[in-house]
């Protein structure tokens, strides 16, 4: 706002809100009439949308990323446990059919299954 100084002699008498809304008034007069503050203005908005932007952007990034972290892992949980159940002998249409689905919700959960109790207390049995 360089060049627009506030004369509080102009503004002598008025009610505080009518002073208020005249200095804003003609704060946006100055502003209207000074190209070079419209540019920077714009040039600020400007970069502020960019930078909301990005922000989203990047916050759209790291779900993405979060979400197909979530998926690998989850893959990888399906075909260890498959493995370890298809040594167990159990078929793979049961295995799909009646214990994957709760397997899935224990990992969803983020919950310790039956075969990850079976690997640690194998880990720590002494033979």
């Avoid at 360089?2 to 002598?12: L, N, Q």
């Avoid at 000074?34 to 502020?48: S, T, V």
């Avoid at 299954?113 to 002494?126: F, G, I, K, L, P």
Wanted: without cysteine; negative net charge.
């Amino acid at each position: 706002m360089e060049g627009f100084k506030i004369d509080p002699t102009k503004y002598m008498g008025l009610p505080p809100e009518e002073a208020r809304r005249r200095i804003a008034e003609d704060e946006r007069k100055h502003i209207n009439a000074d190209p070079g503050l419209q540019a920077h203005i714009r040039d600020m908005e400007a970069r502020q949308t960019q930078a909301e932007a990005e922000k989203q952007r990047e916050a759209v990034r790291l779900k993405d990323l979060q979400e197909q972290k979530f998926f690998e892992a989850y893959e990888a949980r399906y075909q260890d446990r498959l493995e370890f159940y298809h040594h167990k002998g159990v078929p793979r249409e049961v295995f799909d059919e009646e214990i994957w689905p709760e397997l899935a919700r224990q990992f969803a959960r983020g919950e310790e299954d039956a075969v990850d109790q079976e690997r640690r207390e194998r880990s720590t049995h002494v033979y």
